[in-house]
């Protein structure tokens, strides 16, 4: 971490410290039970570690310009969430694969936001995102299928735009290797770049972070998380598709362009125990398969076992099928007691609450809540700060978490952070084009055959 | 009044004292430090050069790195020992300048990997290089990175372990994946392999390639195998002696040579990286008759120091037993790694003394006092590639004689590996009167026998035992699985390889 960011922690930190005389009081009034333990141990020294500011709204600041690639729904909602976190900030040029979803993107661009993008700043086609970057956008918001991202990510960069990387931001092994060096690179040129694992910028997540590092629940020991859930959506072929478009049409279904549910959903998960405790793991070892998705060649389960370093065990437990009981949630355990996000609590080992997040005391201070906008909030202000603030290596750690799992998944070998962070796994093809696809390489994974 | 003036006085003056002070030092520092000072003590010509050819000199961006940037440890680190370390290198070579002649100090040996992390400070190379994944790097070059920011405490790895011509240039160095098939150079192309109806040395011709290795008929007989408590530089683990039987075979005259290593991999390699249990698996089969080798080495294997018929080096256990699996396919006949008792009786030929020639490892190794009048090495530097003649180098095996079985540089050059496992108490557990002894099925490293160009006089004695260090020796290899083909962190391991005879010969 760069002393810069060292310093700004800190001053955060400093002012969280200050604004817990106001709040602090009645965030803690939710305990009971339990004997407060005056002398904590925290789990990392304060000011080692990053806590977002939480304004409402970003400041006000040099007007930008913004690009979109990839039109989808998240990339839609982005553009809202943006637009809505700060002042200031116009849309001027977007890309897509497909000219309907420019198209729609502009349209309601223009009705919800009465914003015009300029036709000429409108791109289609698999080089889209270089024409948006180029176009002179400020910043950029990618949120096309996540195996695009590390080099959509790595133009970005070299051109000197700061990114939103929506989540998961890379799939394989190889887009790793490629976050991870443009995340160092994207620092050293002062950007400022924001992944959408928006629970980081949610006030409940971020509140209970900060209890977790005081030393409330003890040293951590282990955790479960969950992303269970009923099926996920998918896109029938339709007459005139070529295979690539119908792929990516469905892309939530196939494992090149998604990294699966495992990546795809659940690196929120996986990425809140990682937060938590700071780390990645060293191991996975789990199961999955494919019970009732209708497209495309993933699995629609997965349970995997991440062993960290000091033994420490995490359990990943994901699902998309209908008719099944739903849980998306983190649970962390501690020496001394235990979190978790359903209720954002933290109990002693005897069950009592010691201290629990207080929504109507942050209600009382804050009015924007939405965790999806918050995020947008926090990239906007480091930009109009001139302060560089990297998301991407610890996201794209928790994107080869996931990765790690679903290899050990698909294999039914332990895989180890070791092989799968030199593995030669690229799940990019090596023609981009809309036209046909050999199909038969796209088989769902069957554990123990090496297939 | 007047005393306080004394006090002001007292504490101004020493203010201006240490002022003073730190300016002296902080010139003496300066001017000590530039490039013309280091150079007129270290005068050695030749580091100058291969600095201005280096990156760190010669470069598209005009900067020029200086000799204390590298060879200091930054001062951030603390100015105490900062100045200590400067004092003592400063020392040493005024030493040297005094009383040594440049041409008596093995630069060649100061030059390699493993002592080049003792005057090069990693954290200086970090001080100016602190952005490891610049723009524009390749994919490996991450991976590798990657690899160092992970380990780099774990397994104490250094900047140098991969850029070791950094500051100083290094002809053929390179990072770069071997791409394609080697040139093995002129000659025939064998279509047969040689006849063998007798108990004679003979050529071995490998068909499709236009390698030949001349195979030594070495007779059977005992011997004792070891050496007696009382051999001077002897350890533990070279008894008790046993006097054991070998059955009579064939043995490579050298250590088998980079054109036939070559001739293996340009038939077998393969460019993809298939899963370690595949290439395990393939290889066991019977049924198969085709070996997987090698892939690609990283970087350039023979260190820069030639190839021809130098031994081949740095290629693992697994490697040198493909390579005889292979060789056997070729010819019809079984070529294998020797037994450690083999090779030893061999390296013997016949004689029960350190060396097959006369001579004492205390006189050609001296200790103490002994080292400054120096020792006379004539007979040992005529049959054997050590420290004391090669330089930090394997050489050809035509820069020395044979042993009395006509087999050269069974000691020194490069080490060699053994069909065994390496145990400390391997002889122990060998009856007495033994017939052809393995070592034992257990164990989780291999012999390595015969010491190296870069080993002492005490350690190429013919009964010196060694053995392969895995881990270690692939400490600084990125790669994970990690390369079961070559070592990234061991050069002087090589092997030679023994022919069992045909049945039905004489």
Redesign the interface.
């Given at each position: 971490m760069s002393a810069k960011m060292n310093r700004r922690s800190f001053l955060v930190t400093g002012a969280a410290v200050g604004a817990a005389g106001l709040v602090g009081g009645s965030l803690l009034s939710a305990c009971s039970g339990g004997k407060k333990d005056a002398k904590l141990t925290p789990l990392r020294e304060p000011g080692s570690y990053y806590i977002p500011e939480l304004p409402d709204k970003a400041i006000d600041g040099r007007p930008l310009k913004a690009g979109l690639i990839g039109c989808g729904g998240r990339g839609n909602g982005a553009v809202n969430d943006l637009l809505e976190a700060a002042d200031g900030i116009t849309i001027t040029a977007l890309g897509d694969v497909f000219p309907d979803r420019v198209q729609s993107t502009r349209e309601s661009i223009a009705k919800e936001h009465g914003q015009e993008v300029p036709a000429e700043n409108c791109f289609t086609g698999f080089d889209a995102y270089q024409k948006v970057i180029d176009s002179g956008v400020d910043m950029v918001i990618v949120a096309t299928p996540p195996v695009f991202r590390p080099v959509h990510f790595q133009y970005a960069t070299s051109k000197g735009v700061h990114s939103f990387l929506e989540k998961p931001i890379c799939v394989d092994a190889k887009g790793y290797r490629t976050i991870m060096a443009t995340a160092k690179q994207a620092e050293a040129k002062g950007l400022s770049v924001v992944t959408g694992t928006q629970r980081h910028h949610e006030r409940a997540y971020v509140e209970s972070f900060k209890k977790i590092q005081e030393g409330l629940i003890g040293e951590i020991t282990g955790g479960n998380v969950y992303w269970n859930q009923g099926m996920l959506w998918y896109r029938e072929r339709q007459k005139g598709w070529s295979d690539m478009e119908w792929m990516i049409r469905d892309w939530v279904n196939w494992k090149w362009l998604s990294g699966d549910h495992i990546v795809e959903q659940h690196v929120h998960n996986i990425d809140v125990f990682t937060w938590m405790l700071g780390a990645h793991p060293v191991k996975a070892t789990g199961v999955g398969s494919r019970q009732r998705r209708i497209t495309g060649d993933q699995y629609d389960n997965f349970s995997i076992d991440f062993e960290f370093e000091n033994g420490i065990h995490m359990h990943s437990f994901c699902r998309q099928i209908d008719g099944c009981s739903s849980n998306v949630s983190e649970f962390v355990q501690g020496t001394k007691g235990s979190w978790n996000s359903q209720d954002f609590a933290i109990r002693d080992l005897q069950g009592n609450i010691l201290w629990q997040y207080d929504e109507e005391a942050a209600k009382a201070q804050f009015t924007q809540h939405n965790p999806y906008v918050l995020e947008h909030v926090d990239w906007v202000n480091h930009i109009r700060k001139g302060e560089a603030h990297i998301e991407a290596a610890e996201t794209g750690q928790s994107s080869l978490a996931g990765t790690m799992g679903r290899e050990a998944a698909y294999t039914g070998n332990t895989v180890t952070w070791d092989e799968i962070s030199a593995s030669e796994l690229d799940y990019m093809p090596e023609k981009l084009e809309l036209g046909k696809m050999d199909m038969s390489k796209y088989t769902v994974p069957v554990p123990g055959t090496g297939k | 009044m007047g005393r306080k003036r004394v006090i002001w006085g007292f504490i101004l003056g020493g203010l201006a004292l240490g002022v003073v002070l730190m300016m002296g030092v902080n010139i003496a520092d300066t001017y000590t430090s530039t490039n013309e000072s280091c150079m007129s003590c270290h005068y050695h010509e030749e580091a100058d050069m291969l600095w201005k050819q280096s990156p760190h000199h010669l470069n598209g961006s005009g900067t020029v790195t200086d000799c204390a940037a590298c060879h200091l440890p930054p001062k951030q680190e603390g100015l105490n020992r900062y100045y200590m370390i400067k004092l003592k290198m400063g020392a040493k070579d005024l030493w040297a300048k005094a009383v040594k002649d440049k041409e008596d100090i093995d630069w060649e040996a100061k030059r390699q990997v493993d002592y080049a992390p003792r005057i090069v400070y990693n954290a200086s190379c970090l001080k100016c290089h602190e952005?490891?994944?610049?723009?524009g790097?390749s994919?490996d070059g991450?991976?590798a990175?990657?690899?160092y920011d992970?380990n780099a405490e774990k397994l104490q790895l250094n900047c140098v372990s991969c850029h070791l011509n950094a500051g100083h240039y290094i002809e053929g160095y390179t990072h770069q994946k071997l791409k394609g098939t080697v040139d093995t150079g002129p000659g025939e192309i064998y279509e047969t392999p040689a006849t063998v109806d007798r108990f004679e040395s003979f050529t071995e011709t490998v068909p499709g390639t236009n390698a030949s290795i001349r195979m030594v008929a070495v007779p059977g007989g005992e011997f004792l195998l070891g050496s007696p408590e009382n051999e001077p530089r002897r350890r533990t683990d070279e008894g008790p002696q046993k006097r054991v039987q070998i059955s009579r075979f064939f043995m490579a005259e050298t250590e088998i040579t980079w054109r036939q290593f070559w001739s293996f991999y340009n038939e077998t390699m393969s460019e993809g990286?298939t899963p370690p249990s595949?290439v395990y698996e393939l290889n066991g089969r019977a049924d198969l008759d085709a070996v997987t080798g090698p892939t690609p080495p990283f970087g350039f294997p023979d260190q820069g120091w030639g190839m021809g018929d130098r031994p081949a080096i740095t290629m693992t256990h697994y490697a040198a037993e493909t390579f005889c699996q292979w060789l056997s396919l070729k010819t019809g006949r079984t070529y294998r790694l020797p037994t450690e008792a083999e090779w030893e009786y061999a390296a013997r030929g016949g004689t029960g003394t350190p060396y097959f020639f006369e001579g004492n490892p205390k006189k050609y190794e001296p200790k103490g006092l002994g080292r400054l009048l120096g020792a006379d090495t004539t007979m040992i530097a005529r049959y054997v590639i050590y420290e004391g003649n090669s330089p930090a180098r394997t050489q050809e095996p035509s820069e020395v004689k044979a042993n009395p079985f006509g087999l050269k540089n069974m000691l020194g050059n490069a080490m060699e590996y053994c069909a065994d496992r390496y145990a400390e108490d391997a002889y122990a557990r060998i009856p007495d009167g033994a017939q052809d002894p393995k070592g034992p099925a257990e164990g989780d490293e291999f012999v390595v026998r015969g010491g190296s160009y870069a080993d002492a006089a005490g350690a190429v004695r013919c009964a010196a035992r060694s053995h392969t260090r895995h881990d270690d020796w692939l400490r600084t290899d990125?790669?994970?699985?990690k390369s079961i083909w070559w070592y990234s962190d061991v050069k002087a391991i090589g092997f030679r390889v023994v022919c069992e005879v045909p049945e039905n010969i004489d």
């Amino acid at each position: 971490m760069s002393a810069k960011m060292n310093r700004r922690s800190f001053l955060v930190t400093g002012a969280a410290v200050g604004a817990a005389g106001l709040v602090g009081g009645s965030l803690l009034s939710a305990c009971s039970g339990g004997k407060k333990d005056a002398k904590l141990t925290p789990l990392r020294e304060p000011g080692s570690y990053y806590i977002p500011e939480l304004p409402d709204k970003a400041i006000d600041g040099r007007p930008l310009k913004a690009g979109l690639i990839g039109c989808g729904g998240r990339g839609n909602g982005a553009v809202n969430d943006l637009l809505e976190a700060a002042d200031g900030i116009t849309i001027t040029a977007l890309g897509d694969v497909f000219p309907d979803r420019v198209q729609s993107t502009r349209e309601s661009i223009a009705k919800e936001h009465g914003q015009e993008v300029p036709a000429e700043n409108c791109f289609t086609g698999f080089d889209a995102y270089q024409k948006v970057i180029d176009s002179g956008v400020d910043m950029v918001i990618v949120a096309t299928p996540p195996v695009f991202r590390p080099v959509h990510f790595q133009y970005a960069t070299s051109k000197g735009v700061h990114s939103f990387l929506e989540k998961p931001i890379c799939v394989d092994a190889k887009g790793y290797r490629t976050i991870m060096a443009t995340a160092k690179q994207a620092e050293a040129k002062g950007l400022s770049v924001v992944t959408g694992t928006q629970r980081h910028h949610e006030r409940a997540y971020v509140e209970s972070f900060k209890k977790i590092q005081e030393g409330l629940i003890g040293e951590i020991t282990g955790g479960n998380v969950y992303w269970n859930q009923g099926m996920l959506w998918y896109r029938e072929r339709q007459k005139g598709w070529s295979d690539m478009e119908w792929m990516i049409r469905d892309w939530v279904n196939w494992k090149w362009l998604s990294g699966d549910h495992i990546v795809e959903q659940h690196v929120h998960n996986i990425d809140v125990f990682t937060w938590m405790l700071g780390a990645h793991p060293v191991k996975a070892t789990g199961v999955g398969s494919r019970q009732r998705r209708i497209t495309g060649d993933q699995y629609d389960n997965f349970s995997i076992d991440f062993e960290f370093e000091n033994g420490i065990h995490m359990h990943s437990f994901c699902r998309q099928i209908d008719g099944c009981s739903s849980n998306v949630s983190e649970f962390v355990q501690g020496t001394k007691g235990s979190w978790n996000s359903q209720d954002f609590a933290i109990r002693d080992l005897q069950g009592n609450i010691l201290w629990q997040y207080d929504e109507e005391a942050a209600k009382a201070q804050f009015t924007q809540h939405n965790p999806y906008v918050l995020e947008h909030v926090d990239w906007v202000n480091h930009i109009r700060k001139g302060e560089a603030h990297i998301e991407a290596a610890e996201t794209g750690q928790s994107s080869l978490a996931g990765t790690m799992g679903r290899e050990a998944a698909y294999t039914g070998n332990t895989v180890t952070w070791d092989e799968i962070s030199a593995s030669e796994l690229d799940y990019m093809p090596e023609k981009l084009e809309l036209g046909k696809m050999d199909m038969s390489k796209y088989t769902v994974p069957v554990p123990g055959t090496g297939k | 009044m007047g005393r306080k003036r004394v006090i002001w006085g007292f504490i101004l003056g020493g203010l201006a004292l240490g002022v003073v002070l730190m300016m002296g030092v902080n010139i003496a520092d300066t001017y000590t430090s530039t490039n013309e000072s280091c150079m007129s003590c270290h005068y050695h010509e030749e580091a100058d050069m291969l600095w201005k050819q280096s990156p760190h000199h010669l470069n598209g961006s005009g900067t020029v790195t200086d000799c204390a940037a590298c060879h200091l440890p930054p001062k951030q680190e603390g100015l105490n020992r900062y100045y200590m370390i400067k004092l003592k290198m400063g020392a040493k070579d005024l030493w040297a300048k005094a009383v040594k002649d440049k041409e008596d100090i093995d630069w060649e040996a100061k030059r390699q990997v493993d002592y080049a992390p003792r005057i090069v400070y990693n954290a200086s190379c970090l001080k100016c290089h602190e952005d490891l994944y610049p723009e524009g790097i390749s994919d490996d070059g991450v991976a590798a990175h990657l690899y160092y920011d992970e380990n780099a405490e774990k397994l104490q790895l250094n900047c140098v372990s991969c850029h070791l011509n950094a500051g100083h240039y290094i002809e053929g160095y390179t990072h770069q994946k071997l791409k394609g098939t080697v040139d093995t150079g002129p000659g025939e192309i064998y279509e047969t392999p040689a006849t063998v109806d007798r108990f004679e040395s003979f050529t071995e011709t490998v068909p499709g390639t236009n390698a030949s290795i001349r195979m030594v008929a070495v007779p059977g007989g005992e011997f004792l195998l070891g050496s007696p408590e009382n051999e001077p530089r002897r350890r533990t683990d070279e008894g008790p002696q046993k006097r054991v039987q070998i059955s009579r075979f064939f043995m490579a005259e050298t250590e088998i040579t980079w054109r036939q290593f070559w001739s293996f991999y340009n038939e077998t390699m393969s460019e993809g990286r298939t899963p370690p249990s595949v290439v395990y698996e393939l290889n066991g089969r019977a049924d198969l008759d085709a070996v997987t080798g090698p892939t690609p080495p990283f970087g350039f294997p023979d260190q820069g120091w030639g190839m021809g018929d130098r031994p081949a080096i740095t290629m693992t256990h697994y490697a040198a037993e493909t390579f005889c699996q292979w060789l056997s396919l070729k010819t019809g006949r079984t070529y294998r790694l020797p037994t450690e008792a083999e090779w030893e009786y061999a390296a013997r030929g016949g004689t029960g003394t350190p060396y097959f020639f006369e001579g004492n490892p205390k006189k050609y190794e001296p200790k103490g006092l002994g080292r400054l009048l120096g020792a006379d090495t004539t007979m040992i530097a005529r049959y054997v590639i050590y420290e004391g003649n090669s330089p930090a180098r394997t050489q050809e095996p035509s820069e020395v004689k044979a042993n009395p079985f006509g087999l050269k540089n069974m000691l020194g050059n490069a080490m060699e590996y053994c069909a065994d496992r390496y145990a400390e108490d391997a002889y122990a557990r060998i009856p007495d009167g033994a017939q052809d002894p393995k070592g034992p099925a257990e164990g989780d490293e291999f012999v390595v026998r015969g010491g190296s160009y870069a080993d002492a006089a005490g350690a190429v004695r013919c009964a010196a035992r060694s053995h392969t260090r895995h881990d270690d020796w692939l400490r600084t290899d990125p790669q994970n699985p990690k390369s079961i083909w070559w070592y990234s962190d061991v050069k002087a391991i090589g092997f030679r390889v023994v022919c069992e005879v045909p049945e039905n010969i004489d």
